[in-house]
């Protein structure tokens, strides 16, 4: 049997699906991973076929990271849209290429809207692999839209699940819409995605996950298989190369620092921070430079940095593997960690919750009357297909959303603005947001920043 698997993303998101490959191929299937250009070398090096979707997605991180930056959420808007265009017409494209005598689709996720579509183009089975709980169930909430797990909130758990597939559904719509349009030429899909249709057939899907990590909910058929980690070992004939060797042997196990596909414009910024930890605690470290590509000239004996390294052989001779976390940064003692876990499930449905609203309001407006935001009075204007009218409720409408941003932004700004500056000032250690120069530097960026202005004169 030749299998086509579709996988794009970062790194973390593609090499399970590497492995899932590799293990079919030694079970006697012909197999081709359909993903970025990113990743060729880590498909190929494993005895996988490999075929481009077009382009990068580092690339494309960093240019998104460059938008957010800018902060004009117009312009970044605009920019995902015709980026998740692109890439929906590319992998279209590649992907006839890809699953031609092909006997199975396999997509992970970001695969499932463009492998559904290849599907019914090429009248190939579809079979869907995720490495999270996709399926509605009533046993947990989705890991997309977090909640508290109380008994207030248990009747939250399946709708949430159903609100995450929709908030991906209606944000790719469009570009779904225009691959099937322009490349494939099928039918548009439902409105509300392909997800009734995929229950009803009840469409098999595998999880790539532990059943001791998380059981099998209760209320899930046999159309769910959880059938472990799908975990990638060294390609054949890997060796680590031999500085690493000789920098292990040379001290004690040292900490291994990554930060993945987070992108950064001052890598050598981010580098400096974590040698200055380093240094302060005594530690010696093993950097990732990852996409976010930190770099620096001089390294002192104690810190290696790699490109890429298997952290199935790394991590048992490192001390411990960290990534990023606020908690240090916001000074949370370990026994007050439980109220930091609330306030990112309540802050993550929150920002969920809303953008649903959004993604669907706007394809109510925007898409289907084929709107165009230039400006605020486009938006507001925007409004009127959904309420009516003349156009007069719908800029109360807009009024009433735009007063509600500013009165938050009065409030934020100040508060992040004090607590950079106060960060920016301090010799050492972490600053405190209970002193009286964060309080005073809060209510007088409150009222414009005059005091402080005139004081760093």
């Known amino acids: 049997m030749q299998i086509t698997i579709i996988a794009g993303g970062s790194r973390e998101d593609v090499q399970p699906y590497v492995a899932l490959g590799q293990g079919l191929q030694e079970a006697g299937h012909r197999v081709h991973l359909l993903t970025s250009d990113d990743f060729e070398t880590l498909v190929t090096d494993h005895g996988l076929a490999f075929f481009t979707t077009g382009g990068s997605a580092e690339t494309v991180a960093r240019e998104m990271q460059t938008l957010s930056e800018q902060g004009n959420m117009l312009k970044i808007l605009s920019e995902m849209r015709h980026a998740s265009e692109k890439q929906a017409v590319q992998a279209a494209s590649k992907g006839l290429t890809a699953c031609q005598g092909s006997d199975l689709i396999l997509g992970r996720l970001?695969?499932?809207?463009?492998g559904q579509a290849l599907s019914e183009k090429l009248s190939i089975p579809l079979l869907l692999a995720y490495?999270?709980?996709?399926?509605?169930?009533?046993?947990?909430?989705?890991?997309?839209?977090?909640?508290?797990?109380?008994?207030?909130?248990?009747?939250?758990?399946?709708?949430?699940?159903?609100?995450a597939q929709q908030t991906m559904w209606q944000s790719f719509r469009s570009a779904d819409h225009k691959a099937r349009a322009e490349v494939l030429h099928v039918p548009p899909a439902?409105?509300?995605?392909?997800?009734s249709s995929l229950r009803h057939q009840k469409q098999p899907i595998l999880y790539g996950y532990s059943s001791h990590m998380l059981r099998h909910p209760s209320d899930w058929d046999d159309a769910q298989h959880v059938t472990g980690y799908w975990f990638l070992e060294p390609s054949p004939g890997w060796e680590p190369p031999a500085d690493l060797l000789a920098f292990l042997q040379a001290g004690p196990p040292p900490i291994y620092i990554g930060f993945g596909s987070m992108a950064s414009r001052k890598p050598e910024e981010a580098a400096d921070l974590v040698l200055q930890a380093l240094a302060r605690t005594g530690q010696r470290g093993v950097l990732y430079e990852g996409w976010g590509g930190l770099r620096k000239e001089q390294l002192p004996e104690t810190v290696y940095m790699t490109r890429s390294i298997p952290h199935t052989w790394l991590f048992p001779r490192a001390l411990w593997p960290h990534q990023q976390s606020a908690i240090a940064d916001k000074q949370i003692p370990v026994k007050h960690l439980h109220y930091e876990r609330i306030e990112t499930y309540f802050g993550a449905f929150l920002t969920d919750f809303v953008a649903f609203f959004i993604v669907i309001c706007?394809?109510?407006?925007?898409?289907?009357?084929?709107?165009?935001?230039?400006?605020?009075?486009?938006?507001?204007?925007?409004?009127?297909?959904?309420?009516?009218?003349?156009?007069?409720?719908?800029?109360?409408?807009?009024?009433?959303?735009?007063?509600?941003a500013s009165l938050m932004a009065a409030s934020v700004l100040p508060l992040s603005t004090?607590?950079?500056?106060?960060?920016?000032?301090?010799?050492?250690?972490?600053?405190?947001r209970g002193t009286p120069i964060f309080v005073a530097l809060y209510w007088d960026y409150c009222r414009g920043g005059r005091y402080y202005a005139v004081c760093s004169q």
């Open 131 to 163: 490495l999270v709980p996709f399926t509605p169930t009533s046993a947990f909430p989705s890991v997309l839209t977090p909640l508290p797990r109380t008994p207030l909130t248990h009747w939250m758990n399946r709708p949430s699940h159903h609100m």
């Open 418 to 432: 004090a607590y950079s500056v106060l960060v920016g000032s301090a010799e050492s250690g972490a600053p405190s």
């Open 190 to 195: 439902p409105f509300w995605g392909p997800f």
């Open 110 to 114: 970001s695969g499932l809207f463009s």
């Open 362 to 404: 706007t394809g109510a407006t925007l898409f289907v009357h084929h709107i165009q935001i230039t400006q605020a009075q486009d938006a507001a204007l925007a409004l009127v297909p959904l309420v009516g009218g003349n156009g007069h409720f719908a800029e109360i409408l807009f009024g009433i959303g735009l007063l509600n």
